[in-house]
């Protein structure tokens, strides 16, 4: 059974002394610590290392964030203990911006191994706070319900049961909501420092119900040199009408993922109804990614389709000119040997007739392919969406371009076609090569 529950924040962050720095792991809000957190960071692993043992902690918890894994790894060092990542343990941000986006969420512990060994990426966390923020009262809850069911957990298992102290490392508001769940007393003043520890230890009263009594100082800097510092409370909060002010998301256009409290998985029946509802949100969010890559790529279509039927308008009106000009052939000048010309003409007619149609037919086939490949393109595009959008692209402007190149080289054929029926005229008879 958990008897011994330590809190602490992170240590103090580079951001507080520069706006000059960048996240290694690229998540947004995630900046690490300065060289002053690092220092007090291996100052709470030293005290830490010092409690009696029964305080000591043989589990450790951090949150995702940068800042909280650089301030756990000292500890996970000194004490031999692995880091469990817990989104659980996130920092708090109050509901975003409409139309901001989302709030950031860190990677999974497979990732984050890379920069920090000691992680054991085999924990998998069980709460996920909610991407579009959370309410004074929403964090809280969050906290509530995620410590109850780590303590459980924790004691059900068959591999963690034995633990009996564990430290979780986290945020000012985290931390300050855990502290008030444990003690159950939500207005309790607190106000958390960088590095600053609460020690809870469970007891039980006189109805055989239990409770956690703080030990020593709630959220404790007394054993780092400079004391209590950068401490935040929750009358920090920006209150407008009872409500926390909002704050602008970061992250567009990405998935919000679950969000709440992870099954058991030794529940099978629990587990089926968060699959079930994870897999509704991720169709949910597809869906509509699809609708908008789909009606972005509507107008690439449309635009193709177009430009094809300017193409086949342009040819047609060629060809009526073309037609025009039959007929203004085919009408015998005065003095002409009708017999003849009309030889001539029905010879020269009907070969060019023939051109005419085939001419026409091409051109239909042509805008026929237009059509097929265009077809083809959309869809392909609805198929395979944005991974495709840029072959299309190429395709459709490939195959307009083609098609000019067809239209011309048949247009130029053509032109060379009456020449040498005009050349039959002035010459009166000829033998035309189509």
């Known amino acids: 059974m958990v008897q011994t529950i330590l809190i602490a924040r992170h240590g103090f962050r580079l951001s507080w002394t520069t706006n000059t720095w960048t996240s290694p792991t690229g998540t947004k809000k995630d900046p690490p610590l300065a060289a002053y957190g690092v220092t007090q960071a291996a100052d709470l692993a030293k005290f830490i290392k010092s409690l009696p043992e029964e305080q000591r902690p043989t589990l450790l918890f951090s949150s995702p964030y940068y800042r909280c894994l650089q301030t756990s790894t000292p500890s996970s060092e000194i004490l031999g203990l692995p880091i469990y990542v817990e989104h659980g343990l996130s920092e708090w941000y109050s509901p975003a911006v409409p139309g901001t986006g989302l709030h950031p969420r860190p990677h999974d ?191 690439l279509v449309d635009d193709a389709r177009e430009q094809a039927e300017a193409m086949k308008l342009a040819g047609l009106a060629h060809l009526e000119q073309l037609t025009q000009g039959f007929e203004s052939i085919s009408q015998p000048s005065i003095g002409d040997d009708l017999s003849e010309f009309a030889e001539l003409v029905g010879d020269r007619s009907a070969s060019g007739r023939e051109l005419f149609e085939t001419s026409k037919l091409s051109l239909e086939d042509l805008a026929a392919d237009y059509e097929k490949a265009f077809q083809d393109a959309e869809d392909e595009g609805k198929s395979r969406l944005q991974k495709r959008a840029g072959r299309r692209e190429k395709l459709r402007r490939r195959t307009v371009r083609h098609g000019y190149q067809i239209l011309e080289r048949g247009i130029e054929e053509q032109k060379a076609c009456w020449a040498k029926v005009s050349l039959c005229m002035a010459n009166g008879s000829c033998v035309v090569d189509y």
């Open 109 to 299: 512990a497979a990732t984050l191994r890379q920069y920090f060994p000691p992680i054991d990426p085999s924990w998998e966390s069980i709460y996920y706070p909610d991407r579009h923020g959370e309410t004074v009262e929403g964090v809280h809850d969050r906290c509530a319900e995620f410590l109850d069911a780590l303590v459980a957990r924790i004691e059900q298992s068959p591999t963690l049961s034995k633990h009996k102290s564990i430290l979780l490392v986290s945020h000012a508001a985290t931390c300050a909501a855990l502290v008030r769940h444990l003690v159950n007393d939500r207005e309790l003043p607190i106000r958390v420092g960088t590095c600053t520890l609460s020690i809870l230890e469970r007891s039980g009263d006189s109805s055989g119900k239990s409770k956690w009594i703080a030990q020593g100082t709630i959220a404790s800097g007394d054993f780092l040199p400079g004391g209590v510092e950068r401490d935040w409370g929750f009358e920090d909060a920006v209150i407008k009408g009872g409500e926390v002010i909002e704050d602008p998301g970061v992250v567009q256009k990405e998935d919000p993922g679950f969000s709440g409290l992870v099954p058991d998985k030794a529940n099978e029946a629990d587990l089926e109804l968060f699959r079930a509802a994870f897999a509704s949100v991720k169709s949910k969010n597809t869906k509509k990614k699809n609708a908008e890559f789909l009606k972005k790529n509507q107008v």
